[in-house]
């Protein structure tokens, strides 16, 4: 992208050959530029907005207690209550839920990043014998609908006698993890320059010791990121977790629909219980803030 | 970067090669065994040719869910990607309100699916919701449980308020990498600021704006767990999204035939409409590129 190309294609726009390049014309831009009030800052508000005020009816739900819930409509709660907590937090099939989640979620996190790590070094470092039509093959299973693949799932892990465990989850969903990472990971290490291999070669260093030493210090972040999107595709699918899982297992947001069935719909409970499900996400967010721009940028998710 | 020739590196992808082949090339064959073949139950299977997939095909059933699928990746695409790239570009660029921004426009993705669709569930309800209430209040008749209208409506908004965060941050991260010297010059040249969107920052956030187009046509043609828990593919069957319909089918009618059938067609869509997707836009940069180029 050239210059001249925007100065040109400026001025045929406006009809108005040779002007844009006045000094009055940067100076009055550059005023209109600096102004204090910028009404574009009013997008991203609105659009936050947007986003927060279902998250806010659901905390304040969370604080209500039934009756106030159902009976009375209140922007925010008359009289605050922790009942729906405490139920959540007193009663193991309901805290469960969440180890449950949490314990398949970094299973998930490990094995995925854990294989993908050699596989990415190998893309990234040399070509081999079908290595584009294997690339290609592994990015095919993250557009695999996962209704897909929810019956032969439980078919499969049946005949391994691993339904209702949280390995047979983890494994499950490698199947759009791993590629991910794979791609993530590459994406990254492509970023290493080849000389820094041959070098610590020379220098005497064994492969083991060079990618843990060496190579692995380089892509932390690379690390990071790839553990980042395992562990957010990985806590927010429901579909396989619950098919998988029977009790033993079961994830906290399969648990929640359990309200739904009950004699009379615990609104408040519900509520906190999803509250619940956003937090481990937020703080895993705050966590990788400065990375997410980063791993993005790559273009690999 | 120079990569050697090495035939050793199948080595190092073996193990991706297995876990893969264990989750997704085993259960697929399953999938194809299913859908040659019929049962009576019992494990005893027959064999049925191509019998499902005649059948699927000339379906009407299929063909709704298949068009109302396209309808709504389509309106999605509509949405979100002009919508992202508005607020990616009015987003701060330094200071702590990136990292604010950042992780608020972040939370919806992290929630889990079915809680999203409970979170929407809630807020449309006339009753208790705040959404649905401020409808009723404001005198629109608004009810997502019998209106097909509105159901749509909901489903729309509730995807745009989970999604539209991905294609804002991936749009973000193509314009915080273009460097400062590209706005400097344009300033000089006095370029207008559309000049410096269509010219620098569009062409500069091609690739990104390439992967989230395919993520968000994928995951919105494989939607399942939002609509399910909102609307449960009602009223009627005006939300029943492919996904759901196929879930119905194989879980809730147990017709393993026809489910199997109809996975393999589904995912060969997917496969070749993002194939379509990413050649054309890929062909697209490149012309662009050459234009550049040659100017």
Redesign the interface.
Same mark, same amino acid.
């Given at each position: 992208?050239?210059?001249p190309?925007?100065?040109t294609?400026?001025a045929a726009?406006?009809g108005i050959p040779g002007s844009?390049?006045?000094e009055v014309?940067?100076k009055a831009?550059?005023s209109r530029r600096s102004g204090s009030f910028r009404p574009?800052?009013?997008?991203?508000i609105v659009?936050?907005l947007?986003?927060?005020?279902?998250?806010y009816?659901?905390v304040n739900?969370s604080f209500k207690t039934n009756v106030e819930?159902?009976n009375a409509?209140t922007?925010w709660p008359a009289n605050p209550t922790l009942r729906n907590y405490a139920v959540i937090f007193t009663d193991p099939s309901w805290y469960n839920g969440y180890i449950n989640s949490i314990i398949y979620v970094v299973l998930n996190m490990v094995?995925s990043v854990?294989? %993908?790590l +050699? @596989?990415a070094? *190998?893309?990234?470092?040399?070509?081999?014998?079908g290595?584009k039509h294997?690339f290609f093959w592994?990015l095919?299973?993250?557009? %695999?609908? +996962? @209704?897909?693949? *929810?019956?032969?799932?439980f078919?499969?892990y049946s005949a391994f006698g691993l339904i209702d465990t949280h390995i047979a989850v983890a494994? %499950?969903h490698?199947?759009f993890n791993?590629?991910l990472a794979?791609w993530i990971l590459e994406g990254f290490m492509?970023g290493v320059?080849?000389e820094i291999d041959e070098t610590a070669y020379i220098d005497g260093y064994s492969f083991p010791r060079f990618f843990f030493k060496i190579f692995m210090p380089l892509i932390a972040s690379g690390v990071g990121v790839a553990a980042f999107f395992c562990f957010?595709f990985s806590?927010?699918?429901?579909?396989i977790a619950r098919?998988l899982t029977v009790t033993d297992a079961k994830?906290?947001?399969?648990i929640?629909?359990r309200t739904v069935s009950a004699s009379g719909m615990d609104?408040g409970v519900?509520?906190a219980a999803?509250v619940l499900?956003?937090i481990?996400?937020?703080i895993?967010?705050?966590f990788v803030?400065?990375y997410?721009?980063?791993?993005?940028?790559l273009?690999?998710? | 970067?120079?990569?050697?020739?090495?035939?050793?590196?199948?080595f190092?992808?073996l193990?991706?090669?297995l876990?893969?082949a264990?989750?997704?090339v085993?259960?697929?064959m399953?999938?194809v065994n299913y859908s040659v073949q019929d049962t009576f139950g019992n494990n005893e299977f027959f064999w049925a040719g191509t019998d499902w997939f005649t059948e699927l095909l000339g379906s009407a059933r299929f063909h709704d869910a298949l068009i109302r699928n396209l309808v709504f990746s389509a309106i999605i695409l509509a949405i979100e990607v002009p919508l992202g790239i508005?607020?990616a570009l009015?987003?701060?660029k330094k200071g702590i309100w990136v990292?604010v921004?950042?992780?608020?426009?972040?939370?919806?993705?992290?929630?889990?699916?079915?809680?999203v669709g409970?979170?929407?569930q809630?807020?449309g309800r006339t009753?208790?919701?705040?959404?649905g209430?401020s409808m009723r209040a404001l005198g629109i008749d608004y009810n997502y449980v019998q209106d097909p209208i509105d159901a749509w409506v909901t489903v729309i908004v509730m995807d745009v308020?989970h999604w539209?965060?991905?294609v804002?941050?991936?749009c973000?991260?193509?314009l915080?990498?273009i460097p400062d010297a590209?706005y400097q010059?344009?300033?000089?040249?006095?370029?207008?600021r559309?000049?410096?969107f269509?010219?620098?920052q569009l062409?500069?956030m091609g690739?990104?704006l390439?992967?989230a187009v395919l993520?968000r046509f994928?995951d919105s043609?494989?939607i399942?767990?939002e609509p399910f828990v909102v609307t449960g593919g009602g009223p009627g069957n005006s939300t029943t999204f492919?996904?759901?319909d196929?879930?119905k089918m194989?879980?809730g009618q147990f017709d393993?035939g026809p489910?199997a059938a109809m996975?393999l067609v589904?995912?060969l869509i997917?496969?070749l409409l993002?194939w379509v997707f990413y050649t054309v836009m890929e062909n697209a940069g490149r012309d662009r590129a050459v234009k550049?180029t040659a100017?």
């Open positions: 992208m050239s210059v190309t925007i100065a294609s400026r726009a406006d844009a390049h006045s014309a940067l831009r550059a574009k800052a009013l997008i991203p659009y936050i947007f986003l927060l005020l279902p998250i009816w659901l739900m819930i159902t409509f922007l094995i854990a294989v %993908a +050699p @596989a070094y *190998a893309f990234s470092r040399y070509r081999f014998l290595d294997l592994l095919t299973n993250r557009m %695999a609908p +996962p @209704a897909v693949f *929810a019956l032969p799932f078919q499969l494994l %499950a490698c199947l791993v590629p794979v492509s320059p080849k957010m806590w927010v699918e429901l579909l098919t994830p906290i947001s399969a929640m629909t609104w519900l509520a999803g499900t956003i481990p996400g937020a895993v967010i705050w803030r400065n997410i721009a980063k791993g993005f940028a273009g690999r998710v | 970067m120079e990569k050697t020739w090495n035939n050793k590196a199948w190092f992808v193990p991706v090669l876990l893969v264990f989750s997704a085993i259960p697929l399953t999938v508005l607020v009015a987003m701060p990292s921004c950042l992780v608020l426009m972040a939370l919806p993705l992290l929630i889990p699916w079915n809680v409970t979170i929407w809630v807020f009753d208790i919701g705040l959404l209430y308020w539209t965060s991905l804002v941050l991936l973000y991260a193509g915080v990498s590209y010059a344009a300033k000089i040249d006095g370029a207008s559309w000049a410096v269509r010219y620098i062409p500069k690739r990104v390439l992967i993520l994928m043609f494989m399942y767990t492919l996904s759901i196929l879930v194989a879980v393993l489910a996975s589904y995912f997917i496969l993002s550049e100017e």
